[in-house]
Nanobody
């Protein structure tokens, strides 16, 4: 497992932007596909975005496509989520997670496929 720490959450007005960061410990960061998930109060944890080990492919939930951008810098052991045009329905705790599977293209959206999770960072979008 790899230890993950999210940062960058906060309060922002609708239409605004936030940039989340997820820093990973260890020397095997490049061995993991990475994902961002979110969970609102009383709601199930849902997929937001994912990126392959090398960063050559990216995946997005339909609800955020065109507004959010996932990226990674393996030299810094960091994954980012740039969130633009934020909406109140984006309000949630955002988690980053690491996926060790060789079948990432098939399970990037699947919560149980991720073995390591960060503590989460709160994003609140006011209307």
């Amino acid at each position: 497992q790899v230890q993950l720490v999210e940062s960058g959450g906060g309060l922002v007005q609708a239409g605004g932007s936030l940039r989340l960061s997820c820093e990973a410990s260890g020397r095997t960061f490049g061995s993991y596909g990475m994902g961002w998930f979110r969970q609102g109060p009383g709601k199930v944890r849902e997929f937001v975005a994912a990126i392959t080990r090398s960063g050559d492919r990216k995946y997005y939930a339909d609800s955020v496509k065109g507004r959010f951008t996932i990226s990674r810098d393996n030299a810094k052991n960091t994954v980012y989520l740039q969130m633009n045009s934020l909406k109140p329905e984006d309000t949630a705790v955002y988690y980053c997670a690491a996926n060790p599977s060789e079948l990432f293209s098939l399970n990037y959206h699947h919560v149980p496929s991720y073995g390591s999770w960060g503590q989460g960072t709160q994003v609140t979008v006011s209307s």
